[in-house]
């Protein structure tokens, strides 16, 4: 018995090789892969029609599933980043893409989180046979591809240019998302949503050109490399435009006057990829200018206030979303009290201490933590919205105080919430609990005692905000189950339950596994030195 | 490692993971309309790994039953050490009584299978607090416990329910935010990757944090525990929950607060920093939390507030006693404080359930429950011969000072005031008009009494606090009979004399201090609507634009050469 | 003063323009032009790049003119949609003008667009 599983455990062992023998040389195809399957699925898509727009996308999923899978497995195995330069043409003049653990874990989140939205969506936009192609269905199909398509780009660009393109590429199919139901709300309110966007971009735009102007590249090493003894006045402006540009884009208090209403009037599946998947790729953005590109020294100066703006949004977004009336609102202002945590990264990271300790052996928790964070929200989010979407319609609104009785209509659903709910709110053992372990553990051996109180503050509104919706849902409305004004399928539940235990068992994960994220970072040891030789600015105040 | 141990560890695994189990099996609708018939069976392999347990700690052969796994040396784990395995057996009896309890009225509620779903959850972390080894583990098991509460006192759906509810859930989510802020420093002092609860709290001596730890510490168990001035949810969460809820909530629910003390404070050395503050500290929180609760509840009319209130009281003086073996660094003192916790799980949980067969089943001759009742209630003042007074006898060696001695006598005859208004009170309650599902009201009940009565005695060899005999003998000689007896005297009267003049006394509403939370409240409304007349001014595209220039600038004027 | 300078002052003064315009208009028309006005002043500031930077031999770097085709493609899609959501929404909501934000009086006629700054939208 027991020779027959080594047996099996041996053939899986032997099988497993050979498959990543295979794929060690279709490495740079899989990365090709990332970028051109979605394209040319969208394109196809788009050429034959609605119908055909939707039998692509569900076999695009599948398959783009699987290279996202692959480059992952590739990844862990080699243990270093892959990489590709396009048309053989190396940097500045050719273009690089780059997968290091870090893009491999996000672009695997983007890919389940797309495959979960396109599943959840068919019962919203299919075009059944016998039925009239519509504009909404097709427009949906094919921008979901494209979307997937610009968060690839975004996750795996090195060249500055590219990754302005991918993240205009990202908005440009955001906001029709959001406008599909095309009511005049929504559509000023995706109007607002594309115009402070490219008022955001152009910035970022207006950013790449100085620093091209500085240095003559615009590969994100090569410039890490230009700048790494002191960056030029010119290479500062331009990654602070760069900066502000990309947290309009990701909707940070209090640059947010988009978020809430796109979120309003969208339907449920866009508001999912909104929330978990388009706002974090400008932020990842940001993250690698401060991270990534300039030396530590400037980040340090910064972190403070990206900090202070992230505790804003904590604090602030958390008020709001318990004094929101409708789900889908409080669960959008939801969502921009958890981007702050994200922004608490940059001063546990930056300080000293971390830098100091970091030297040599692995991340950093703070940097584990944040990442951890951005991956359990985009799952929690993901399953937050197109629950609020099921709800709405099984229910015929989505007034909270009207809830009453959902748990007999929608157990699963309201379980799914509950779930998600415990990842926002850090409760043991989701995904969010870990975050928020690293987190205020970075911050104690940072001795930044403030960070950790706005993390746990906001644990509190989070809790409040969700006891509002779950105590109506789960406890009020008699003793008769009010009936379901629409059915819902019970798949559609099952895919909002699913998201939302990815999102919980994330942080049932072995601390180690997350040494996965490393993998590729580079210059961490020679920055750390090099921040020995600064003056320690822990306490450094906003200016 | 004996195989009697292995089958140890696998019981209480299984102990552990058949309310775990059950309650994911209540995922399935058929089986979460069906599992209330099973809610006394479900504890019964943790009661079973307890007593063999604690059989086999008796008996000398282990210190504590282990079973670790060390995933990068964080030492993960379970232990069921003399007192947690006490306490898991005890939480386990009551546990199935109540569940048995619950049964009838589960029977005809529509609601029964959320109510089976929240039971099964606070089961599974009501157990886990008690046998947990590590920081991890404690903290998901005790805010299982405290959290999942929260869906047995909403049972009714009432106004009052609700409001119950969001108190009850503040305050434990507040509880839980300072737990987990004393994990993380507790985690951080220690200087290897361990998250055993044993070795972290050994290098706490020596951790820079040092007080704000113990603070935090104090904090997240004073709101489980009930102290004054964070007892408020204790009365309101009891009057709203349904008996069984109250019995557990009472019991069970608040004992993760005196698991956490003794797994937590450092009881055996005494405080390292600080010295005798920490004690202190504790000792006059609880002393006045002792006090505090017979006076708010003796103005009470309602039978399960004043038991309610009694429960703050006697958490008040558990925390007295935790100050005092803190100060003292008495080395029986886990064991004391154990079976002065055991009785009060014990007889608190019976009285519960007292108030259930009164209201609910009991048609006919209502003296036997009313006299059983009143025994137990008169134990928990230390009555001679009930169990009680056998936890009173545990206390003694720690208030072993004169003007402690005659503090805790005092809080004796309150106690005994307390619980003949609560007798009154009960008395005076309406008979049913009729009897449902009495046999399985009443057969918990009877045994939970008589486990209140006579377990504190059998539980004294197996603390290994000496034989019963002697301590049988000691609480019957002349003087510590007087002892006991004059404060159960002084209650008698007092009580008399409530009878008389009771009536005089302002009628307090449950939850006392609440009533001063009205500004907060209004408070916490000025901010909400402040913050969305800021969000309304924010979301004009003008102010955004100047906003966005304006957080350039700063940036660069941070980074600026 | 060199042609660069000037051309790089007018890429600026354009970049000024067009923040300025883009922030105080309410009506989203004017925004949208404003955008394209800011657009053209960083396409401005890329050629003075590309002036700048020019190694021995070439007149231009030829790289900031390829960035500038892209972003001029970019621009136009951008363009292009925000017009389209433009004529949708005053398709469908019969206006004349449009406003990007939730319909509320407006206080001050469009020629005001600069002192109505800091009315409500």
């Known amino acids: ?543 | 490692m004996t195989t009697a141990v292995v089958k140890l560890q696998l019981l209480l695994v299984l102990g552990l993971a058949t309310p775990l189990l059950a309650a994911l099996a209540c995922l399935l609708r058929p089986v979460r309309r069906r599992m209330w018939r099973f809610l006394g069976l479900i504890p019964l392999p943790a009661l079973a790994a307890a007593v063999l347990i604690v059989g086999l700690i008796a008996d000398g052969e282990v210190g504590a039953v282990r079973l670790s796994l060390d995933p990068e040396g964080l030492a993960i784990g379970l232990v069921a050490d003399r007192a947690g395995a006490v306490l898991l057996g005890v939480a386990a009896l009551l546990w199935a009584a109540a569940g048995v309890y619950a049964g009838p009225m589960l029977r005809d509620s529509p609601n029964r299978g959320r109510f089976t779903l929240f039971w099964l959850l606070t089961l599974t972390g009501s157990l886990g607090v008690f046998v947990t080894a590590d920081l991890l583990s404690f903290y998901l098991t005790y805010a299982l416990v405290s959290l999942a509460v929260f869906g047995l006192i909403a049972h009714t759906d009432t106004a009052f329910a609700r409001r119950a509810t969001s108190l009850y859930l503040l305050l434990a989510i507040l509880g839980e935010i300072a737990l987990l802020l004393a994990f993380v420093l507790l985690a951080d002092a220690h200087p290897g990757t361990s998250l055993d609860i044993g070795s972290t709290v050994a290098a706490l001596g020596d951790s820079p944090w040092y007080a704000i730890t113990m603070t935090l510490l104090l904090i997240g168990f004073a709101l489980k525990l009930a102290l004054v001035p964070v007892h408020v949810w204790m009365p309101l969460a009891h009057t709203a929950a349904p008996f069984p809820a109250s019995a557990i909530l009472s019991g069970v629910a608040v004992k993760a607060g005196v698991i956490g003390l003794i797994r937590f404070l450092p009881l055996e050395t005494g405080a390292a920093v600080g010295g005798p503050i920490w004690g202190d500290a504790l000792l006059i929180l609880g002393l006045t939390t002792a006090f505090y609760g017979v006076a708010m509840g003796i103005t009470q009319d309602y039978a399960k507030t004043v038991l309610a209130y009694s429960t703050v009281s006697q958490m008040g003086l558990i925390a007295a006693a935790t100050g005092l073996a803190l100060r003292g660094a008495e080395p029986a003192a886990v064991s004391l404080l154990t079976l002065y916790a055991v009785h009060h799980l014990l007889a608190k949980g019976a009285l519960f359930l007292g108030v259930g067969v009164m209201t609910e089943a009991v048609t006919g001759r209502r003296w036997p429950v009313l006299l059983m009742a009143a025994l137990l209630g008169l134990g928990i003042a230390g009555l001679p011969l009930t169990g009680g007074a056998a936890a009173k006898l545990a206390l003694k060696p720690l208030f072993d000072e004169a003007g402690l001695g005659l503090l805790a006598a005092l809080s004796s005859a309150g106690s005994a005031l307390l619980m003949l208004h609560f007798a009154r009170l009960l008395w005076r309650s309406e008979r049913p008009a009729v009897s449902d599902g009495a046999f399985w009201r009443l057969l918990p009940w009877w045994v939970m009494a008589l486990a209140a009565l006579l377990l504190p005695w059998t539980l004294l060899p197996l603390l290994g606090l000496g034989a019963p005999e002697t301590w049988l003998a000691a609480s019957l000689a002349p003087t510590a009979l007087w002892k006991a007896l004059w404060p159960l005297l002084l209650g008698v009267a007092a009580a008399l004399a409530l009878g008389r003049w009771g009536h005089r006394l302002p009628r307090v509403p449950a939850g006392d201090i609440l009533v001063l939370g009205a500004p907060a409240a209004r408070l916490a409304a000025a901010i909400g609507a402040a913050a969305e007349a800021l969000d309304t001014q924010l979301r004009q595209w003008q102010v955004a634009g100047i906003m966005l220039l304006l957080i350039a600038l700063l940036l660069w004027g941070a980074v600026a050469p | 003063m060199s042609q660069i300078t000037l051309y790089g002052l007018l890429g600026s003064a354009l970049v000024g323009l067009g923040l300025y315009g883009l922030i105080v208009s309410a009506d989203a028309l004017r925004k949208l032009l404003a955008f394209n006005l800011l657009g053209s002043g960083v396409f401005l500031l890329f050629g003075v790049i590309a002036r700048r930077g020019a190694g021995a031999g070439f007149s231009g770097d030829p790289i900031p003119q390829a960035l500038v085709i892209t972003g001029l493609v970019v621009a136009f899609a951008a363009t292009a949609l925000a017009v389209g959501l433009l004529v949708r929404l005053g398709e469908t909501a019969g206006l004349e003008d449009v406003d990007d934000a939730p319909a509320s009086p407006r206080s001050a006629a469009p020629e005001d667009a600069p002192g109505s700054a800091g009315g409500p939208q």
């Open chain 1, 1 to 543: 018995m027991s020779a027959g599983l080594m047996d099996w455990a041996g053939l899986m062992w032997m099988l497993m090789r050979a498959l990543m023998q295979a794929l060690v040389g279709w490495s740079d195809a899989l990365l090709v892969a990332l970028l051109v399957l979605p394209v040319l699925a969208m394109l196809l898509g788009f050429a034959l029609g609605g119908r055909a727009a939707e039998r692509i996308a569900l076999w695009t999923l599948p398959l783009g599933l699987a290279v996202a899978l692959a480059i992952g497995a590739l990844v862990l195995h080699q243990g270093m980043p892959l990489e590709y330069a396009m048309g053989g043409w190396a940097p500045p003049l050719g273009v690089a893409l780059r997968v290091d653990g870090l893009s491999a874990a996000l672009l695997l989140t983007t890919a389940l989180v797309i495959t979960g939205v396109g599943l959840y969506a068919r019962a919203d936009f299919a075009t059944p046979s016998g039925v009239a192609e519509t504009r909404a269905s097709l427009a949906f199909w094919t921008l979901l591809l494209g979307l997937w398509a610009a968060l690839n780009a975004v996750f795996i660009g090195r060249d500055l240019f590219n990754l302005y393109v991918a993240i205009e590429l990202l908005t440009f199919t955001a906001v029709p998302l959001v406008c599909l139901k095309g009511s005049p709300e929504n559509l000023q309110a995706a109007l607002r949503y594309l115009l402070f966007a490219l008022l955001g971009s152009v910035l970022y735009l207006l950013g790449v050109a100085l620093l091209y102007g500085a240095y003559g590249t615009l590969d994100i090493a090569q410039l890490a490399a230009a700048v790494r003894g002191s960056a030029e006045p010119a290479a500062l402006v331009a990654v602070v435009l760069m900066t502000a540009g990309l947290l309009a884009k990701t909707a940070l208090v209090p640059l947010h006057l988009w978020l809430p209403p796109a979120h309003a009037g969208a339907p449920a599946a866009a508001s999912a990829v909104l929330s978990a998947l388009v706002v974090k790729g400008s932020f990842y953005l940001i993250f690698k200018l401060w991270l990534d590109l300039l030396p530590p020294q400037y980040g340090q100066q910064i972190a403070q206030g990206l900090g202070a703006l992230g505790a804003l949004a904590i604090l602030f977004g958390g008020v709001l979303a318990i004094r929101q009336t409708r789900l889908k609102m409080l669960i959008a202002y939801s969502t921009l009290a958890q981007l702050g945590y994200l922004f608490l990264v940059f001063p546990l990271v930056l300080s000293p201490v971390t830098l100091l300790a970091a030297t040599g052996e692995g991340t950093p928790p703070a940097w584990t933590g944040g990442v951890l964070q951005l991956v359990s929200h985009a799952f929690a989010k993901a399953s937050m919205f197109m629950g609020a979407g099921l709800i709405a319609i099984a229910m015929g609104h989505d007034r909270i105080g009207e809830l009453g009785g959902l748990v007999r209509v929608l157990p699963v659903t309201l379980t799914a919430f509950a779930l998600a709910g415990l990842s926002l709110m850090g409760l043991p053992p989701s995904g969010g609990f870990a975050a928020k372990w690293l987190l205020l553990r970075a911050g104690l051996e940072t001795g930044q005692w403030w960070w950790m109180l706005v993390i746990l503050g906001g644990g509190v509104l989070t809790g409040t905000y969700l006891y509002r919706v779950l105590a109506v849902a789960g406890f009020s409305g008699g003793e008769s189950a009010p009936r379901p004004l629409q059915p819902v399928a019970r798949s559609r539940e099952l895919i909002v339950l699913g998201l939302a235990l990815v999102s919980l068992l994330l942080g049932l994960l072995p601390l180690s596994s997350f040494e996965v994220l490393k993998i590729g970072r580079e210059g961490d040891e020679t920055a750390a030195v090099e921040a020995l030789t600064q003056p320690a600015i822990t306490g450094a105040v906003w200016p």
